[in-house]
Every structure is written in structure tokens, then in C-alpha cells.
């Protein structure tokens, strides 16, 4: 594995906290833009960020995605599906579920795609099923898909795997797996590694932009939370 290097200032940043729990940083106009998705609260044993943000995401209505004490200031919330601009950011929530009955055992979940700094950034929240056409339709020409892969109250390596393989993105995040610390039961990382075979890189964050994109093949990046 190599750390990633791409440290220009036009990069959009993308940060990990655990969980799926994101920060993105990027540049709209020359404006500095702040992402927060799906932030969660301390009951899960993991230390809590805090910082300002003008966006966040909640993919769910569950402690370890809702935590908006953890965002400072005043921020435009997302909390559904539909369409949404702000900042010359586009957000598009897409309906699914937390399992595989339909919501029936964990209730809703939204998928987003952002677009941002002229690429796609697709967060599937805790997607707890296989996507239908409708959803696939959705999600064309995705450059980074931050994925659940541990399993148990998610979609698990495999499912995650025939997810990527039908999306075809350029960049693979993995997320929602056992990371030390957390109170979670999940499967670690290394179970979706083994399965996908696809080239890996780690990073303590992603710093990238459009001409940075793989072209050939997806590559994984490893976010050290």
C-alpha cells in the first residue's frame, strides 16, 4: 500500500472519522465549502469531532448518523431524500432501506450524491440491501462511492463487492466496518479486501480532483480514521 499524494490546493479533501462519518472540504467559485455526513455521538466508544460545517448530510435517524450537536454554527440540513442546492453544491437523496425488508427490522436509510467540484461523490449510508435498476439508474458515472462493508446491521463485504461491480466508480471508500474503539460488532476490513482484489491505496486523508481520477480500474482508498 503507498499514501496517496496529491497535496494541491485545488483538491477537494476528503476526511474519515470512523463509522460513516465523513468531512469534505472543497472550493465552489473560490468559496470554501464544508461537508459533514452522517457525524455520531459518543455512545459508540469513539472520540467525537467537532467543527464547523454548511452542509450536513443524515443518511438516518440513529445516534451513530445523527449527531448534529457535533456540527458548530449554522448549517443547511439534509435529512431525506429529494433535491437540494446550497452553495452551488448539489445534493440528490435517494430513497432506500436499513435492510433487506424493505425497513421493516431498521427503517429508512438515504443514499447521497453530491456534486461537487465537478465530480460525483455518492455516500450510501447504511444501505442494508442490494440496489434495484431504478436506484442504478441514479448513480451513472460515480468518481467517489463511500460503501458499507462490515456487515451485521449492513450490507456485508460480498453484497458491497456486487455493489461496486455494477456501479463501476472511480474511487471506492470503505466504511462501516470494526475499527478499534468501537462498541460495534462489524466484520473488519481485511474480509472486503480479500473478496475485491481491486488496487489499494491508504491515506489519512484523500486529496483529489478530476484529472486525479483513476482511469483504467477502481482503486480503494483506505482512510485512516
Known sequence: MCQLT???KKNMQIQW???SFFKLQAKNNGEEVIIAIDPYDDSYGLRVPK???DIVAVSHNHPDHNNLDAIKGESFIIN???EYETKNIFVYGIPSWHDDQQGRERGNNTIYRLTV???NIIHLGDLGHTLDDEQLEKMNGVDVLMIPVGGAVTIDAKKANDIIAEIEPRIV???HYQIPGLKLKLDPLETFLKISGLPT???DKLKINKKDLPQEETKIVILNP
Do not use: V, Y
Request: proline letters at 10%; a negative charge; zero cysteines.
Open 6 to 8: 496529491h497535496l494541491s
Open 51 to 53: 467543527f464547523s460545517a
Open 173 to 175: 471508500i470503505p466504511m
Open 80 to 82: 431525506g431524500p429529494g
Open 201 to 203: 491505496e491508504k491515506a
Open 117 to 119: 467540484e465537478d465530480m
Open 17 to 19: 472519522f470512523g463509522q
